[in-house]
């Protein structure tokens, strides 16, 4: 049974930063594409970041140059590191992994809050 589970969130004023973590259990992750997504009230769930791979990454335009995405394959767990934040940043975050057969798994979701 797949489980993501994320921690990390939480209130900060604007320009500081947060690191999210996501630790991953039931399955092998090395090799899965894994991301961030976040969704604000009244808004689609997004994409934020992606890392396919030992290295590969993809951002949302609205978060280059701000936002890391990395992975610790021996722990399992994924980061996002973000710095600069913006209260547009505001959101509730969650982490994704995707299997073959078009199966995704989601975490329950960590709040991050950026004050103005």
């Known amino acids: 049974q797949v489980q993501l589970v994320e921690s990390g969130g939480g209130l900060v004023q604007a320009g500081g930063s947060l690191r999210l973590s996501c630790a991953a259990s039931?399955?092998?992750?090395?090799?899965?594409?894994m991301g961030w997504y976040r969704q604000a009230p009244g808004n689609q769930r997004e994409l934020v970041a992606v890392?396919?791979?030992?290295?590969?990454?993809n951002y949302a335009d609205s978060v280059k140059g701000r936002f890391t995405i990395s992975r610790d394959n021996a722990k399992n767990t994924v980061y996002l590191q973000m710095n600069s934040l913006k209260p547009e940043d505001t959101a509730v975050y969650y982490c994704?992994?995707?299997?073959?057969?078009?199966?995704?798994?989601w975490g329950q979701g960590t709040q991050v809050t950026v004050s103005s």
């Open positions: 994704n992994v995707k299997f073959p057969g078009n199966q995704n798994y």
């Open positions: 039931g399955s092998t992750f090395r090799f899965r594409p």
């Open positions: 890392i396919i791979g030992d290295g590969v990454t």
